[in-house]
């Protein structure tokens, strides 16, 4: 139960003012969103030298793209990037033991922020970097079970996307079992659909079968 604090002098229950409205865990989601606005790729690759991944290859400003235009490093740093994007704010939510509540909404906020990023013409990557960030700051068990699902479909099919999309569309399932908080819950259903939403251009060319495989010790070729 939520805490209050009463004005001085005045009869208890009138001015009650709960605790929660008072300090600043809800200012959280609008920084979530802030920090995830911050598009790595594009910065990496103006520090590199590099073209803007969004006039480029698959114009998407995320790891894999930038991997197509500057190489593994580039894309390990921007892949290494988006995830922080999505672990630090939630990270910081739990340490001012924000509730379910706030944890789910900054959470969803750097993912928008990654999608939708207001420093950037609101033109984003498509999120699963950002999106096992999240994951593991919220909890790390499903952070876990999250990779090693995308490691298996990567390994059987050798489609990142298809990886990937498996991976998140069992998410919810794992906070449902590993940590069954209503609101944390919601909020990977909603990341689900929006990065599902993202990936469509990557689900149409996995169902015509033009979608690129991952290339293990060769160069990537994928989409």
């Known amino acids: 139960m939520a805490s209050a604090v009463h004005c001085g002098g005045l009869t208890p229950g009138l001015f009650t003012i709960p605790m929660r409205v008072m ?7 609008p920084a979530g969103y802030l ?14 030298g590099l073209p803007d991944p969004r006039t480029q290859g698959s114009r998407n400003p995320g790891a894999t793209n930038v991997a197509r235009i500057g190489g593994k490093k580039a894309a390990a740093l921007t892949l ?3 995830m922080l994007k999505g672990l630090i704010p939630v990270l910081i939510a739990h340490a001012l033991q924000a509730d379910a509540m706030i944890l789910a909404g900054t959470a969803l906020a750097a993912f928008l922020g990654h999608l939708y990023p207001v420093f950037f013409g609101f033109q984003g990557g ?13 909890h790390w068990p499903v952070g876990l079970l999250t ?5 298996v479909m990567a390994v059987l099919f050798r489609y990142s996307s298809l990886a990937a999309l498996t991976a998140i569309l069992l998410t919810p399932a794992g906070f449902a079992w590993l940590w069954p908080e209503p609101p944390v819950i919601t909020a990977m259903v909603l990341m689900t ?6 990936h469509r251009s990557n689900i149409a060319n996995l169902l015509s079968g033009k979608e690129g495989r991952i290339s293990f010790g060769k160069k990537d070729r994928a989409g």
């Open 80 to 82: 290494a990037g988006d």
């Open 35 to 48: 920090f995830g606005s911050i598009s790595t790729a594009i910065i990496v690759c103006k520090l590199m």
């Open 147 to 151: 990779t090693a699902v995308w490691l």
């Open 126 to 138: 498509k999120g699963v970097a950002t999106a096992f960030g999240v994951v593991f700051g919220l």
């Open 23 to 29: 300090n600043i865990d809800y200012l959280l989601i």
């Open 193 to 198: 659909l929006l990065l599902y939403w993202r």
